[in-house]
């Protein structure tokens, strides 16, 4: 047999691009001189009404070519729920909303015009917190909220700033609580965070003269881009055919570009300058505080168990602070509010995720999808529980590990997972149990360990599509509209599609996406890519290959049955010395005897979605549904130093095994682990977002939102993976991107607590709130 | 009041008009269509933007284009005319990057760090970077690149 | 995004002539070495110059010399002149010390240590470590030059001695006569590039003096008095650290802010001066931790 190219490390398909500086983000693309540039008037306030907009002085301003505002496209959009503005209309719900927009010939002149519009506000009173936000007599973000379209699978509350509240009961918690011997009750709380992906959002839009639309977008999700961009405009005579979206590489998602953001400035200004293509581009300061932020949460923790080490029951309330618009964060919190009992078999279960509005910046996704959240609790609450009941925290969790054919939260059945192997492995990589010490008479060194989970959040029919060709060299060109983010799901769908077709991957190129040409992609989020569009590039290659195999038998005889492909030839069981060349036929066909040809191009198609799918179920139980396609699982542990003096806490070592179900490429695997980890690890030790009393973000900048640097990582990464096969998945795939950082903010606390004695239940754990920590307790 | 000033980009003397306000990095990346140094904070923060300047990395973010004028500027289009150079060669060769935004910089800054010391450290490759963000790799991959390039350069690359 | 403030630039290639262009300039017009703090500042509309006077092609301010027990530090010596010189490392390698803690490579290579003494943030890593050296400024204005000492050169946050159309254009350290060693510690939220929460140099000479100067925890950097009082001709032991770490709250004012409470800092005060002073001390008797080191 061939050489395969699923399982190997292949090197990145991209790259040359990316070291050699050729390849091309949205900023990096030119557009001639005639590119307009655009400026967004922000409001100072986090609540207020807009009483006017005067733009004349801004409009007098040599260069500037129109100034627009709410007024000229009063339009909403939204994923999930339609509660976002073009423009903001008569009020503004966060510091930094976008008010009107400068359009100008030059950057200068558009940033010295967007100073000069004159917005007149009366403010209103603000709500920066969930908890008096859910009060009766709050303050309303939104009081049109029971008016506003939505998914059926969303619960808003009109007239409350409850935008969502996912209920999820299964079994009787009283009676399991009653029947535990230990229960423990606390509440955990996380900031909010920021993506910091390095490249900011940038987005370019045109209108030609013919009405047609272009916008080049640095985006995670192409087509959901078009198809809001569609919805939004649909009054100025735009549909999906009038629309085209092209998203060249994109530097860095983590959920910060999927959906539509800031992109629908751009778009929609394009129509206002028609003929021009216009650029807008965030700064670091509006990437911080006008795209989407990593949601607040307050969560109410209640499990029990008995003394055997049994989980009785579980009860979670999951307080959101979703900001000023949910439109897609509060499937956020749908998607916690269905899993938020972890990867464990519990009987007895009740959660409720509430979905709260404020007057802060908009949450959304975020790498990790609201289960890095609840997760920071709820495994510091395991490792607590075990305590209490004298159970090694590690055996503690092997008890109550969720096994295949366990009834999830909502009634559906758990999948194959290597959960126990996970453990075990990552026990025995940290060599947990073992006290480790340190030469320097300040430092202790503490050991934790977290499990974590975490399925796809998507519609029930999120699908994807694949087309494939052959080119005159026996090259490939496969073309889909997932995003290459840095995860390496080009080099992946080229693994894939070579090992169906034995062309090596260096012969396949996979490009970044243009919706004019490249086949629908739901979007590239819920680590959900290589598993979906993996299973239609895989259709599609199949395709091309039967293809291959119709035009050897119908031109050479061979039956069908007995062909193979090997070492980019067609090869025959019955016929040792047949070894047909693609490159020879794969455009020009195969000649026959009498000089007549057969076959012709070879193309394939493939498209996935996953058909067991369903979102609807009780409303108050969740009951009845089939909401997720599957969870990866995995264990974690850490080995942490920790100075007790000054609070510094340095990595010695960090494990991290996920069950990937096949890793198509074992080294963009570990590229994910070690990345994520870190990203993980930076939530807890340094970064979070802080805002004053009237709402203004006060770190929208790398001097004060402290992303690790290369002298911030951990001593040691352990990658490990497992690998129990998905069925549904290509080759037994599943997803791993936003996994790998889930449990690296419960791990640290478990092991400070280890270290010191000393359990923190609000994240950021940083050096300070350690070292003050123990202050207070001496 | 306009500057007609000359500067050396890539090993080619590019004359060009600029205001005193006009940043370098805006220069090199709309008026001479050098593409590989990026903006991701403007402010000196994150070594997107890194160019060599007379050899040495800077933050073209925190340079005014007028400073520059009679100087040599290298961006990673102009490190080696013949192909790659060795830490490139094996950053590919390990897929180090991830989305590769902060690619160029970080390259630049190993290239620079080699100049000055040819047999870096792990931790002499760490503090060399650590003034180039990203957000995709955790590091790590990137480091044992390029310590694995000057160990071993790959057989195909070219001088480090 | 783009600066928008419009304003003038000229490179003079000799001292006379930056002066010169300074005082036709008037009070709106500016020294710029580095840019690293004056081109954020263009850019944020922090200072709106109406003329830039570069003085990069002016010769001899990139000199490090040592002359007589003293270290002489030209205006136009960056951070990473300062890790690369002998002299530096032979004479008074704290400064390499606390070179290695201003923010990374990209900006050492550009930022001067006398442009951070300009800057004047209360963060600044140059304060203290110059402080302990009995630095003086040296100006150059319309009237000649003169000369401050550092612990008369800052006024405040951001502000310092220098007059408009003056141009700081080195500093001296005058080096101890004695045998003596010094150590930099800085409080970050990271290992990696940070402003200071807190910094503070010591420095130890083998007839016992100690130097101890604090940044970050006051308007300005300052030199705390009643701690080198208290342990001025006194081997350190166990005993007079505890005693020089409870003077700490008193000597300092530190502020809360999203970087740090008030708090956090006085505790870290106290630690960095305990580890700095043995660090001093052991580095004084040869056995101490090498130059650069993370301290705490």
């Avoid at chain 1, 733009?55 to 500037?64: L, R």
């Avoid at chain 1, 006290?435 to 975490?454: I, M, T, Y």
């Avoid at chain 3, 150059?140 to 008369?152: C, I, M, N, Q, S």
Wanted: hydrophobic content about 40%; aromatic content about 6%; overall charge negative.
């Amino acid at each position: 047999m061939t050489d395969s190219y699923v399982g190997t490390r292949e090197p990145r398909i991209d790259g040359l691009d990316k070291v050699s500086g050729a390849a091309e983000f949205v900023d990096d693309l030119d557009f001639g001189p005639d590119l307009l540039h655009a400026a967004v008037v922000e409001s100072p306030h986090a609540h207020a009404r807009i009483l006017d907009i005067d733009a004349s002085a801004a409009e007098a301003i040599p260069g500037v070519v129109r100034v627009v505002t709410g007024r000229d496209f009063p339009y909403t959009f939204g994923l999930y729920m339609k509660d976002r503005y073009v423009f903001a209309q008569d009020r503004v719900r966060f510091v930094g909303e976008q008010v009107a927009a400068v359009i100008a010939r030059d950057p200068k002149i558009a940033r010295r015009a967007a100073a000069a519009v004159n917005v007149t506000y009366e403010e209103l009173p603000a709500v920066l917190d969930p908890k008096p936000a859910r009060a009766d007599g709050s303050p309303l973000v939104h009081p049109d909220l029971g008016d506003y379209p939505h998914v059926p699978w969303f619960f808003p509350h009109g007239g409350t700033n409850v935008a969502h509240w996912r209920k999820t009961r299964k079994g009787d918690v009283d009676a399991g609580f009653a029947a535990a011997d230990v229960v423990l009750e606390d509440t955990y709380t996380v900031p909010r965070y920021a993506h910091c992906a390095i490249e900011p959002h940038v987005v370019v839009a045109k209108q030609n003269q013919a009405g047609r639309l272009t916008v080049w977008t640095a985006s995670q999700s192409p087509y959901i881009q078009r198809d809001l961009f569609a919805e939004a405009l649909q009054p100025l005579g735009l549909s999906h055919q009038d629309i085209r979206v092209i998203t060249p590489y994109v530097g860095g998602g983590f959920g910060g570009k999927a959906g539509v953001t800031m992109e629908i400035i751009g778009a929609a200004l394009a129509t206002a300058v028609k003929g021009h293509a216009v650029k807008l581009r965030w700064t670091r300061e509006q990437e911080f505080y006008n795209t989407y932020q990593r949601q607040g949460l307050r969560a109410r923790l209640k499990v029990g168990a008995t003394k055997d080490g049994t989980i009785t029951a579980l009860e979670h309330e999951l307080l959101w602070d979703a900001g000023a618009y949910v439109e897609y964060g509060a499937n956020v919190v749908n998607a916690a509010g269905l899993s938020a009992t972890g990867p464990y078999r519990i009987p007895n279960v009740s959660i409720d995720s509430l979905c709260i509005y404020t007057n802060l910046p908009p949450g959304g996704p975020y790498r990790g999808f609201g289960y890095s959240e609840f997760h920071f609790g709820l495994e510091s609450h395991m490792t607590r529980l075990a305590d209490e009941l004298g159970i090694d925290p590690v055996e503690f969790r092997r008890i109550n590990a969720i096994r295949e054919g366990d009834e999830l939260p909502y009634g559906a059945s758990m999948n194959p997972s290597g959960l126990r192997e996970a453990i075990d492995q990552t026990a025995a990589a940290i060599n947990w149990g073992e006290e480790e010490q340190s030469a320097d008479p300040h430092v202790r060194v503490g050991k934790g360990f977290a499990l974590f989970w975490k399925a796809p959040a998507m519609p029930p029919n999120a699908s994807s599509a694949s087309f494939l060709k052959f080119n005159e060299d026996g090259s490939v060109n496969v073309a889909v509209s997932g995003m290459e983010i840095g995860q390496g799901y080009l080099t992946a769908m080229a693994q894939i599609a070579a090992e169906v077709l034995s062309v090596p991957p260096s012969k396949i190129r996979v490009e970044t996406p243009d919706t004019d040409r490249t086949p629908y992609e739901w979007q590239t989020v819920a680590s959900h890519i290589t598993w979906s569009c993996g299973n239609a590039v895989h259709a599609a290659a199949v395709e091309a290959r039967e293809r291959i195999f119709d035009v050897v038998h119908s031109a050479r005889g061979y039956e069908d049955g007995s062909l193979y492909l090997e070492d980019e030839k067609v090869k025959c069981d019955t016929d040792p010395d047949f070894a047909l060349p693609l490159r020879d036929f794969v455009i020009t066909g195969l000649e026959m005897e009498d000089g007549t040809w057969r076959g012709g191009p070879i193309v394939g198609s493939g498209n996935f979605m996953p058909e067991f799918t369903s979102a609807h179920s009780d409303p108050e139980t969740s009951q009845g549904g089939h909401p997720n396609v599957h969870y990866t699982v995995g264990a974690a542990g850490v080995v942490l130093e920790i100075d007790v003096e000054t609070g510094k806490m340095k990595v010695r070592k960090a494990v991290l095994a996920v069950d990937v179900g096949k890793a198509i490429n074992p080294a963009m695997v570990e590229g994910q682990i070690t990345g994520g980890i870190l990203q993980g690890l930076a939530t807890v030790l340094y970064e979070d977002m802080r805002f004053d009393e009237s709402g203004r973000l006060l770190n929208p900048n790398f001097t004060d939102y402290k992303i690790p640097t290369s002298l911030d990582t951990p001593a040691e990464v352990i990658p490990i993976i497992i690998e129990v096969p998905q069925p549904d998945g290509p080759f037994g795939a599943r997803g791993v991107g936003e996994h790998t950082m889930i449990p690296a903010a419960p791990m640290v606390a478990n092991a400070v607590a280890d270290a010191t004695g000393l359990r923190i239940t609000s994240m950021p754990i940083t050096a300070e709130k350690v070292a003050l920590s123990l202050l207070e307790a001496v | 009041m306009r500057h007609e000033i000359t500067f050396t980009l890539n090993g080619e003397s590019r004359p060009i008009d600029v205001e005193p306000n006009d940043v370098l990095l805006d220069v090199l990346r709309t008026k001479l269509g050098v593409k590989s140094p990026k903006i991701g904070c403007e402010r000196g923060d994150c070594g997107s933007c890194t160019v060599l300047l007379d050899g040495e990395s800077v933050r073209s973010c925190l340079v005014l284009a007028v400073e520059v004028d009679g100087h040599d500027i290298t961006t990673v289009e102009g490190i080696e005319h013949d192909g790659l150079t060795a830490v490139q060669e094996m950053l590919i060769e390990q897929s180090s990057f991830q989305c590769g935004f902060c690619a160029p910089g970080i390259v630049l800054a190993a290239v620079e760090l080699i100049e000055n010391n040819p047999q870096p450290t792990a931790a002499d490759v760490r503090e060399a970077i650590s003034g180039n963000l990203c957000r995709c790799t955790g590091y790590e991959p990137i480091v044992e690149a390029v310590v694995a390039a000057v160990r071993t350069p790959p057989t195909s690359g070219g001088s480090a | 995004m783009a600066i928008v403030h419009d304003f003038k630039y000229v490179r003079p290639e000799r001292l006379e002539e930056a002066v010169s262009a300074l005082v036709a300039g008037g009070p709106r017009a500016r020294v710029l070495a580095g840019g690293t703090d004056v081109v954020p500042w263009l850019r944020d509309d922090v200072i709106t110059p109406d003329l830039l006077v570069d003085i990069k092609a002016i010769p001899d301010l990139d000199r490090i010399t040592a002359v007589d027990g003293r270290l002489e530090i030209g205006a136009l010596v960056t951070f990473s002149d300062l890790i690369a010189s002998d002299v530096i490392h032979e004479l008074a390698p704290m400064l390499v010390e606390m070179s290695h803690h201003v923010a990374s490579i990209g900006v050492r290579n550009r930022a001067t240590i006398v442009g951070n003494l300009c800057s004047a943030v209360p963060s600044l890593d140059a304060g203290p470590a110059l402080l302990v050296y009995d630095a003086q400024i040296h100006m150059a204005g319309e009237h000649g030059t003169r000369t401050l000492p550092l612990d008369e050169w800052f006024v405040g946050p951001k502000s310092t001695k220098l007059a408009p159309a003056e141009i700081a254009t080195g500093v001296t350290l005058a080096l101890p006569p004695v045998a003596h060693a010094a150590a930099f510690a800085k409080l970050s939220r990271y290992s990696g590039e940070d402003l200071a929460q807190a910094n503070l140099a010591t420095l130890a000479t083998a007839d016992h003096d100690y130097r101890v100067a604090y940044g970050a925890v006051a308007p300005k950097p300052f030199r705390a008095a009643a701690i080198e009082a208290l342990l001025a001709g006194r081997p350190l032991d166990g005993d007079i650290v505890a005693a020089a770490r409870s003077l700490v709250p008193d000597a300092i004012s530190p502020i809360t802010d999203i970087r740090a409470s008030a708090e956090y800092r006085t505790h870290m005060c106290g630690v960095m001066l305990e580890r700095t002073l043995r660090a001093a001390a052991s580095r004084l008797a040869s056995d101490g931790p090498p130059y650069p080191s993370h301290l705490i």
